[in-house]
């Protein structure tokens, strides 16, 4: 199944949850993309003991997932060029949307 994963929070245990989750799609033999959007393209620099929401990102991306991060909501937060995420549009988000065959909204 093609999962696509849109998270919007930099919350970080709801942020945490979001990457588990895509991280255990993909070891079920998922495709999964993964866009932030809002606040959420802050979740790069959490730092939480508990919730460890970068290490979960890595998870992702070495499982094979690909992560996309708003390039408007980076910008509007002076974050474009501290973000490894390629920098994305709507549009990227709206072809997610339509690759997809589920779409899950943390």
Request: include cysteine.
């Amino acid at each position: 199944m093609k999962l696509a994963i849109i998270l919007e929070t930099k919350e970080h245990e709801k942020a945490w949850n979001a990457f588990r989750f895509g991280v255990a799609a993909l070891k079920k033999g998922h495709q999964v993309k993964f866009f932030l959007m809002g606040e959420a393209v802050e979740v790069e620099s959490i730092e939480d003991d508990q919730y460890n929401v970068p290490a979960e990102m890595q998870k992702l991306e070495e499982q094979g997932g690909e992560l996309l991060a708003c390039g408007t909501c980076l910008k509007s937060r002076q974050l474009e060029d501290q973000t490894s995420c390629p920098i994305s549009t709507m549009f990227d988000c709206v072809e997610m949307v339509e690759w997809a065959d589920k779409i899950v909204t943390f």
